[in-house]
């Protein structure tokens, strides 16, 4: 299980949130990547889906850099750009003190909500 949560939601734009536990350490006792990348997708994910379709990840790219070792983490989504089957986010990954650890690119493709007449 995550842990986190979605705070906030509205189209286009999502914010997550994930208190970091002890299960979400490495062995150098800062947060894993896994755990980072999970809380940017799950923003991508509400973000891209908050429109009038059914939106499913066609790419995603991750860059880390600052390492976490408590407290909460934020994952801000925003949409940077929206065609008729592709949109385009990104994602800022904040610490507590608005530091930021991870930024997160993701490209979704828009399906409709019902099919072709």
């Known amino acids: ?20 536990a002890p299960h979400h350490l490495n062995g150098l006792g800062i947060v894993q990547g896994g755990a980072i990348f999970t809380l940017a997708d799950y923003a991508f994910a ?27 983490l934020t994952a801000t989504c925003r949409e940077t750009g929206l065609n008729r089957r592709t ?9 507590d003190d608005g530091t930021l650890i991870a930024t997160f690119q ?8 019902t099919p072709p007449a």
Not at 59 to 71: P, S
Request: charged content about 20%; overall charge positive; aromatic content about 6%.
């Open 46 to 72: 509400a973000a891209s889906n908050s429109r009038d379709s059914l939106a499913v990840a066609l790419d995603t790219h991750m860059t880390f850099l600052k390492a976490a070792r408590g407290g909460t």
């Open 87 to 95: 949109a385009f986010y990104a994602v800022d990954v904040t610490g």
């Open 1 to 20: 299980q995550m842990g986190g949560g979605l705070v906030a939601l509205a189209e286009g734009r999502a914010r997550a949130r994930l208190k970091l």
């Open 106 to 113: 993701g490209t979704a493709y828009l399906k409709p909500l």
